[in-house]
Each structure stands twice: as structure tokens, then as C-alpha cells.
């Protein structure tokens, strides 16, 4: 792991006392889990909130699109507005980081992720798609069908142990033949801190799978 990796790391709240966020378990498995290998793909997070791991998908990945459906707020800062159309915004961003690292390979775009036209036609086509927005079962497999739509072929799930719309939707995806586990990442089945107070998680935080 690099040391701006390391270093950002070590500023990002953990989940046990931001709970919206991911665990460090969770980020350093991603992380050990890509490696170099996506420096020349693009990624797409489905729900970025805050930025916390849009930061980490961001060093990972040669460029970053993430989706929300507010205007870019928390550690977000704009460069610039890129396009705009009846369903959707895109902005070139920044994201704040002690290191003052710039980044200019990531664009934040505001939109619904579930609106009746898809998704922004500024997505392009990407090799891993992070999908951490409505966690009910019927947004998860649309947010499934979405990023396979636009190529992904490897996807990856935030809040699978803990919330069970998201166990619900990868489980079904999955025993139809449309993806299948590769991995699971961050923390354990077990009671864990989650915003300082402790949590069920049935299953394992994360999940990654590839598409079939």
C-alpha cells in the first residue's frame, strides 16, 4: 500500500463512529483486493454521501464516477460543471484530504440513480461498479442491472451483513446465475460498533462478485 493510501486512510473515520461510512477492515481489504490491477479502469459508486471511499476508489482507479442525489457536499469540492441535462448534473471534483492531494480523475454526478431514463449518459463504460446507495432489495437489483448495463464485471456491495434489503437483492442476483462471490471483505458476522452503538451483522460487511 502506498503512503498516501496509508495516509488517507488513517484521516477517514472508521464505522464504529461514523456509521454511513465503511469499516477500515473493509477499505484495506479493498484495497489489498485491487491492487495495481484497475489503474487503467474506471469505476462507478453507486451512493457516495460523503466521499470517504470515493476518495480510496479514486487512487485505485484511473477514473472515478460517483452518484448522489444531492449537490456535492461533505468533503467534495467542485472544479467544474461538466454537463447538464433534465435528470442529471456532472461535476469535475476535488475531495479534501490532509495530504492536499489533488485529484482530477474523479466526477461527481447528481442525479437519481433510479430515475425512469437510467443512469447519466456521462457514465461511461467501467470494469467495477461500488454500489452503496438505497438499500432496499428491489434498489439493490436495480442498481445491479444498472452497472451490469454499462459493462461492469465485478461488483461490489457495502452493508451486506448488516441491512437485509442488501442480502435480499445479492442473494436472489446471485441464485439466478447473474453473479457469483469472489469475496468477502471488511467485518465479520458478529455484533460490532456501527456509530457507536453496537450492531447484529448476520454476514460478512462486504461482498465482491463478478458478473457471469
Not at 75 to 104: G, H, P
Not at 114 to 131: K, M, Q, R, T
Request: negative net charge.
Amino acid at each position: 500500500m502506498d503512503k498516501l493510501l496509508q495516509s488517507i486512510l488513517k484521516e477517514t473515520p472508521d464505522k464504529s463512529e461514523w456509521s454511513t461510512t465503511t469499516s477500515l477492515k473493509f477499505r484495506t481489504d479493498l484495497i489489498d483486493w485491487c491492487g495495481d490491477r484497475f489503474k487503467d479502469k474506471k469505476v462507478l459508486e453507486i451512493g457516495s454521501h460523503n466521499g470517504h471511499t470515493t476518495r480510496i476508489l479514486g487512487l485505485l482507479f484511473d477514473e472515478g464516477y460517483t452518484i448522489n442525489h444531492n449537490e456535492p457536499g461533505g468533503l467534495f469540492e467542485i472544479k467544474e460543471t461538466v454537463s447538464e441535462a433534465n435528470y442529471y448534473k456532472t461535476y469535475k471534483v476535488n475531495i479534501e484530504n490532509e495530504q492536499n492531494y489533488v485529484f482530477d480523475n474523479v466526477f461527481f454526478i447528481k442525479q437519481n440513480a433510479y430515475h425512469a431514463n437510467g443512469l447519466s449518459l456521462d457514465i461511461p463504460e467501467v470494469e467495477v461498479s461500488f454500489i452503496d446507495c438505497l438499500h432496499t432489495r428491489e434498489a439493490v437489483i436495480q442498481d445491479i442491472n444498472n452497472s451490469i448495463g454499462i459493462g461492469a464485471k465485478t461488483l461490489i456491495f457495502d452493508d451486506y451483513g448488516l441491512i437485509g434489503g442488501v442480502r435480499k437483492g445479492v442473494d436472489e442476483t446471485i441464485q439466478e446465475g447473474k453473479i457469483k462471490l469472489d469475496k468477502e471483505i471488511g467485518l465479520e458476522r458478529g455484533s460490532h460498533l456501527v456509530g457507536g452503538t453496537n450492531k447484529t451483522f448476520y454476514k460478512s460487511e462486504g461482498m465482491i462478485c463478478s458478473v457471469v
